[in-house]
């Protein structure tokens, strides 16, 4: 079992940052990717950003390339994703989730989630 804890979220103004931490325990070693996933309100939970816990390797949704930036410390068996320049449509319910199977779509673990609150 691997246990998430986002932290980070709060209210910013537009073209304001926020950088947002997730911390995994337990079986940490079996991670293979570490994501961030977002929901608005009244909508459905949509992929942000995605790590490599061992290659580095990352992705991520369009609308946030260039704005957004996801890293992780495997020290601190945390995961990262700094936000600049944020709009208000970024506004929403920020989860950190995990997989152990690099070539699987499916995510097992997830975090409680933070709230980020973009104003215009």
């Known amino acids: 079992q691997v246990q998430l804890v986002e932290s980070g979220g709060g209210l910013v103004q537009a073209g304001g940052s926020l950088r947002l931490s997730c911390v995994a325990s337990?079986?940490?070693?079996?991670?293979?990717?570490m994501g961030w996933f977002r929901q608005g309100p009244g909508k459905t939970r949509t992929f942000v950003a995605s790590?490599?816990?061992?290659?580095?390797?990352?992705n991520y949704r369009s609308s946030v390339k260039g704005r957004f930036t996801i890293s992780r410390d495997n020290a601190k068996n945390t995961a990262y994703l700094q936000m600049n320049s944020l709009k208000p449509e970024d506004t929403a319910d920020y989860y950190c989730?995990?997989?152990?199977?690099?070539?699987?779509?499916?995510?097992?673990?997830w975090g409680q989630g933070t709230q980020v609150t973009v104003s215009s």
């Open positions: 337990g079986r940490t070693s079996s991670i293979d990717v």
């Open positions: 790590i490599t816990w061992s290659g580095n390797n990352t």
């Open positions: 989730a995990a997989r152990m199977d690099i070539a699987s779509a499916n995510w097992p673990y």
